[in-house]
């Protein structure tokens, strides 16, 4: 049984710019949410995508956006960066209505 | 949405003690939750969850309770190792299956 894999583990970007998050899902898993940590901080609900639609967000701007593909995996994209954006963001895999969640270990974000 | 809490920003403990590490939610709706460990570097760690129709469930070295009445719940880690020192958060899950996550305590252990 796979894990959940995120890349880039490190990534720098100057503000304005836009980044790409990637996310593979634990095998068997559908749903995959994607959540914002800054430094110090418990991680914040981004949103959430199920069957390639997002079907939950948090309160993020639409900046923020995502893709879910049919093979579970799953982008984050963030547009116009910002300084306040540098934090480690986390994808969670789960299957819809069960109980499970399994977090990969994140993307390290630093925007300068 | 509400959020989750934490009362003790860190925790220090003696190598072979036990741990208690608290957490106070708000939404009386939440179903579930999950206690987590993060390491540096790492993401979140499952520990331990139970169901809101639970009172008390217990793992390997590790229960969590969870007190309904007063919004609370707590993980106690017994034999406390050094393996054990991280952030340990709490999480309540919301509708649909949105986790709300408290702060964190820091969990350090003394050898």
């Known amino acids: 049984e796979t894990g959940v894999t995120q890349s880039p583990t490190h990534l720098i970007k100057t503000r304005g710019q836009q980044v790409t998050l990637r996310c593979s899902s634990q095998?068997?898993?559908?749903?995959v949410s994607w959540y914002q940590q800054a430094l110090g901080q418990g991680p914040q609900f981004i949103f959430q995508?199920?069957?390639?639609?997002?079907?939950g967000r948090g309160n993020f701007p639409p900046r923020f956006s995502g893709l879910q593909f049919p093979n579970y995996s799953s982008e984050l994209n963030v547009n116009a960066l910002e300084l306040d954006d540098s934090a480690l963001y986390l994808c969670?895999?789960?299957?819809?209505?069960?109980?499970?969640?399994?977090f990969g270990s994140g993307t390290r974000l630093t925007v300068v | 949405g509400e959020s989750v809490g934490l009362h003790l920003p860190t925790l220090s403990v003696q190598e072979g003690d036990n741990s208690i590490i608290n957490c106070a939610y708000s939404?009386?709706?939440?179903?579930?939750f999950i206690w987590y460990k993060q390491e540096s570097g790492k993401g979140p760690q499952f520990i331990i969850d139970i169901r809101s129709n639970m009172d008390k469930r217990q793992g390997q070295r590790v229960t969590v309770l969870l007190n309904k009445t007063v919004k609370h719940l707590s993980l106690q880690i017994a034999a406390t190792q050094p393996g054990d020192s991280a952030v340990y958060f709490c999480?309540?899950?919301?509708?649909?299956?949105?986790?709300?996550f408290g702060a964190g305590t820091i969990l350090r252990v003394k050898s």
């Open positions: 939404n009386s709706a939440s179903d579930y």
């Open positions: 969670a895999s789960s299957l819809e209505g069960s109980y499970g969640y399994t």
């Open positions: 995508y199920y069957r390639e639609e997002e079907n």
């Open positions: 095998s068997g898993h559908n749903t």
């Open positions: 999480a309540e899950r919301e509708y649909g299956n949105k986790l709300v």
